[in-house]
């Protein structure tokens, strides 16, 4: 007869936040246009966005939140990618079938960041959306002595998880681990997460222009679910 360890404990991962990565999106050539296009269009005060959000300071222009509705087949495609990559994160995540997956329909805000020296993204989250993304065109140059350089950060919904730590907390593994979560973005990397997530984008230094598409999703289809 098997008897259980009453000494084993039972262990409930709680409070994770899912953040999904996808690398090398897109081709060098498909991104370089990209960056092309994006810079000159930030030459042009006309294509701003009208109200910029008071996070990000003047050396981050933010263009028009219309990026995924222009005509332009390279923009349909980063579309593509953009919102195929959040489609199959919202299947492996809701474990849903394909029968339902094919009712879910995704509405979309995007836009993008021409990041200049000292420029930097205040934290903040993304409210009246399920997902946000980020997509990174060209991570601008790197800082050899700051690692932090430009990282898109971020921070711990659990307030105060590392307000005191001793050797009783010191080193908790996988989802149990505390303090900010930073990404050093590389060129074609896409970033998803869930839109409640307070995060930055850290103080860029650097030469070359940082470039980013950023993108809020709501979904519709699949809303019949109870409480
Ligand atoms: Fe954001």
């Known amino acids: 007869m098997s008897q259980q360890d009453p000494f084993k404990p039972e262990i409930r991962a709680a409070f994770a936040s899912p953040l999904v990565r996808y690398r090398g999106l897109m081709s060098d050539q498909e991104r370089e246009t990209l960056r092309e296009m994006f810079i000159r269009e ?100 790197r800082d050899s002595e700051f690692q932090h350089n430009g990282v898109l950060r971020f921070f711990d919904p659990r307030t105060g998880s590392n307000m005191y730590m001793d050797a009783g907390n010191a080193q908790p593994q996988g989802v149990f681990a505390v303090g900010s979560q930073n990404f050093v973005l590389e060129s074609g990397d896409l970033i998803l997460f869930p839109s409640y997530l307070l995060h930055e984008a850290a103080p860029y230094f650097g030469e070359r222009e940082r470039i980013t598409v950023a993108f809020n999703v709501q979904t519709q289809g699949l809303v019949d679910f109870h409480l």
Do not use: K
């Open 42 to 141: 930030a030459s042009d005060p006309a294509r701003g966005n009208a109200v910029l959000p008071g996070t990000v300071t003047r050396e981050v222009f933010e263009s028009e939140w219309d990026l995924f509705e222009r005509d332009e087949p390279l923009l349909q495609r980063l579309r593509e990618y953009c919102l195929g990559g959040t489609l199959r994160a919202i299947r492996d995540i809701n474990r849903y079938s394909q029968e339902q997956m094919a009712q879910v329909r995704l509405r979309a805000q995007a836009w993008f960041h021409v990041t200049r020296g000292a420029g930097f993204a205040a934290p903040h989250n993304h409210p009246m959306a399920s997902w946000s993304g980020v997509f990174c065109v060209d991570p601008g140059d």
